[in-house]
């Protein structure tokens, strides 16, 4: 079962597909929107109304493959599917539908023979010029069939020093197609939301130059990778973590990678580091030690931007200055999934990535020339650091009300905090959770009101914890993270009397909202 969104996007490039007898789309989704289900439920439709239809999904991760055959088979599970892939360990062909790897099948274009359709998972990796392993792959397919097309798929559709991937003579695709906006996953509760503090250490990378429109990979590793700068970010990460679980760094070298790792280690957290060199089976070893919680942290280098979806992710830690919004926006993905204990994801930014690109909201593809967005103006909390948007009167984490006619912090940026979404906050001085009953579908639910002072509205928030599927599954997540916070138990079915036991239970010291049309989307609470 499809969600809207998912649906949408679905209908959207059909509709394009219709108005557009030639050219290639690119379906332009935010990381954690389940890219995966819509090329599955794609693939399916396919083939089930034209029986005769033949489609190649490229990628270029194993991960990405696995995951994404693993999908098809959940909608379709006698599916005419096969894998070619050397990193998998399969070679199947002569399936209707096969996923590959692009580095096993780029001169590979005589055993796939005539393919109707190409589905790109992470299409903006393929070069803006006409060249590379995809570029090579995609002419020869068309030598077979001349009036094959082409479906893409990404979270950022453009390059570093290109802009978007729609544009310039020699573009690959034509149009991109946007069903669906990061702040709409988050307000639906699809998506987790990014908590950004500013870090006392921000990486000199005045003497940093630049190459291609990135920082040279040496001089960046030399300016940042110092037993100074190493100490100062493992001591501050384990200052600001709290009680977080599972701390992802993304580092600016191999050895970068390592040494954050053996510093944590000495600091009695237990770490571990990835990197290109690994082998398969050191891969899969260290990453099933990370989402097992045996590693608290993992440093990696230039491996887990794509393809790697563990939901648990509660801290990210920008080690790896960049000038690629996408890259940014890759990275900052990785704590955006639902989690089982939290319902955000701490960013520390050393490498003052979001200074440079904004909120992951509002990043804009550079232009050909290789410009980024404009900054957005903030201000930083004095007493707990937190980045707040200029419209903010208290913080909303530690309750200390910001001077009136404040004016914005010459330190800009800074982003309206990472997510760029702005809400508004209150101090919360009283709660109430009572049994509620729909009135279209009769089902009951919880609901929980939050007084603040005499002037903020009554915010009231439902966890719909009795409905089936998704959405029943996420309001009983939410609804365990607040009574463990709130220090009560959620024994008693009874919602009646369920909400008596929350009413005596610790209430949040505030919270974070957003008008969604007449109702109220609570976006964050945080107990003193």
Not at 202 to 225: F, P, T
Not at 294 to 304: D, I, Y
Request: net charge neutral; with cysteine; proline share 4%.
């Amino acid at each position: 079962m499809l969600r809207d969104y998912q649906q949408r996007s679905l209908d959207m490039l059909y509709d394009w597909f219709a108005n557009n007898p030639e050219g290639n789309p690119v379906l332009v989704l935010p990381t954690g929107s389940g890219k995966s289900h819509i090329i599955a439920a794609f693939c399916k439709n396919a083939l089930q109304s034209w029986p005769s239809t033949r489609i190649l999904m490229l990628t270029g991760q194993k991960e990405l493959i696995e995951q994404n055959a693993a999908k098809l088979r959940e909608h379709w599970p006698n599916a005419p599917l096969g894998i070619y892939s050397a990193s998998v360990g399969k070679r199947q062909l002569g399936e209707p539908i096969t996923f590959a790897g692009i580095q096993s099948v780029r001169a590979k274009a005589d055993l796939l023979g005539h393919i109707d359709i190409v589905v790109v998972d992470e299409c903006h990796t393929i070069s803006h010029k006409d060249q590379g392993s995809y570029r090579t792959l995609l002419a020869d397919l068309t030598g077979i069939n001349p009036h094959i097309r082409i479906v893409g798929l990404t979270a950022t559709n453009y390059r570093l020093g290109h802009g978007l991937i729609t544009e310039g003579d020699d573009a690959l695709f034509h149009a991109s197609i946007e069903p669906v906006t990061i702040e709409e996953l988050i307000f639906k509760g699809y998506l987790a939301t990014l908590r950004s503090k500013h870090t006392a250490l921000q990486y000199d990378l005045s003497a940093v130059h630049k190459r291609g429109g990135e920082y040279i990979e040496g001089e960046l590793q030399k300016a940042v990778d110092t037993d100074d700068n190493n100490a100062r970010v493992a001591e501050e990460v384990i200052a600001l973590a709290g009680d977080r679980k599972h701390w992802l760094f993304f580092c600016s070298g191999v050895d970068h990678a390592r040494h954050m790792a053996d510093l944590l280690n000495q600091r009695g957290v237990k770490a571990g580091h990835i990197d290109g060199t690994f082998t398969k089976a050191q891969r899969e070893a260290v990453l099933a030690d990370f989402t097992s919680g045996r590693l608290q942290a993992l440093c990696n280098c230039a491996v887990l931007t794509t393809g790697f979806d563990y939901p648990d992710i509660d801290l990210i830690a920008f080690l790896r200055p960049t000038m690629s919004a996408s890259l940014y926006v890759q990275m900052a993905g990785r704590g955006m999934r639902l989690k089982s204990h939290t319902d955000h994801c701490l960013v520390l930014d050393f490498a003052g990535i979001v200074e440079k690109h904004g909120p992951i909201t509002g990043v804009r593809p550079p232009n050909r020339k290789g410009k980024v967005a404009g900054e957005a103006p903030v201000k930083i909390c004095k007493t707990c650091d937190e980045i707040v948007h200029m419209s903010v009167k208290i913080c909303p984490t530690c309750q200390t009300p910001f001077p009136i006619n404040e004016k914005p912090d010459p330190f800009k940026l800074r982003n309206d905090d990472i997510m760029g979404i702005e809400s508004e906050s209150i101090g919360v001085s009283a709660w109430h959770w009572r049994k509620h009953v729909s009135r279209s579908s009769g089902k009951e639910m919880l609901a929980v009101t939050y007084y603040g002072a005499l002037s903020d509205p009554a915010v009231t928030e439902y966890l719909p914890i009795t409905h089936d599927g998704y959405a029943g599954d996420m309001a009983v997540r939410k609804l365990l993270d607040i009574a463990d916070k709130a220090g009560v138990s959620t024994n008693e079915e009874d919602l009646d009397r369920l909400a008596d036991v929350l009413n005596v239970g610790t209430h949040p010291a505030a919270i974070d909202f957003k008008k969604d049309g007449k109702f109220y989307r609570v976006l964050g609470r945080q107990w003193a």
